[in-house]
């Protein structure tokens, strides 16, 4: 493929980097909803650890939007604690 070419999404394939830039993105979009939907409550962080039944380390954890390593069950807890619920779709590729 020539520069003129090269789409960004055949860029990141061609690089080897497509799953991991994907995944990035999703991370940074829930915690940013997340954290919006926390702060459009009113809810503290320190509630937010006790809603979800853990450490407000966690909950800064799960707002970090660096930070992918981040189980579905976490994320469920979280949205619940803000008053929303997660919800997962597929789409065709």
Do not use: W
């Not at 520069?3 to 830039?21: N, P, R, W, Y």
């Not at 939907?37 to 707002?63: C, P, W």
Request: negative net charge.
């Amino acid at each position: 493929m020539t520069g003129t070419d090269l789409s960004f999404e055949a860029f990141l394939d061609e690089q080897g980097i497509k799953d991991e830039v994907y995944g990035a993105a999703i991370k940074r979009v829930i915690a940013r909803q997340l954290e919006e939907a926390r702060t459009s409550a009113d809810i503290s962080k320190t509630a937010m650890a006790s809603g979800m039944g853990t450490s407000r380390a966690q909950v800064e954890r799960v707002l970090d939007p660096e930070n992918v390593a981040v189980s579905l069950e976490t994320l469920d807890r979280a949205a619940r604690a803000v008053g929303k619920r997660l919800v997962l779709d597929l789409k065709d590729l």
